[in-house]
Nanobody, 127 residues
Framework: QVQLVESGGGLVQAGGSLKLSCAAS????????MGWFRQAPGKEREFVSA????????DYVDSVKGRFIISRDNAKNTVYLQMNSLKPEDTAVHYC????????????????????WGQGTQVTVSS
């Protein structure tokens, strides 16, 4: 059974930084990629970033490019999201997700591409 557990969320002032972690357990060897999504109040959940199993392939939504960095430590089965220069519009519940699908990159921004999800961690950025 797969379990994804996020941590690292919190309250930060605009311009500050947070580093989210997602610890995976279970059949992690089957993951081809992992990603981060977020859902702001009153909005749909949106893609933030994704990273391949090797770490050699990454992608970001335009609104976070140059500010967020996704990385992973396969020895620890953990994926990270370093969030810098945070803005109030980054306020959302951030979710970790994992996919076993080999063609994940083509549809990486779609929620349905990811079979496994964490419970989410709240990120709040004050102005």
């Amino acid at each position: 059974q797969v379990q994804l557990v996020e941590s690292g969320g919190g309250l930060v002032q605009a311009g500050g930084s947070l580093k989210l972690s997602c610890a995976a357990s279970g059949r992690t060897f089957s993951f081809h990629a992992m990603g981060w999504f977020r859902q702001a109040p009153g909005k749909e959940r949106e893609f933030v970033s994704a990273i391949s199993r090797s770490g050699g392939r990454t992608d970001y939504v335009d609104s976070v490019k140059g500010r967020f960095i996704i990385s992973r430590d396969n020895a620890k089965n953990t994926v990270y999201l370093q969030m810098n220069s945070l803005k109030p519009e980054d306020t959302a519940v951030h979710y970790c997700a994992a996919t076993t699908r080999t063609g994940w990159f083509e549809h990486r921004v779609r929620e349905i591409e990811y079979e496994h999800w964490g419970q989410g961690t709240q990120v709040t950025v004050s102005s």
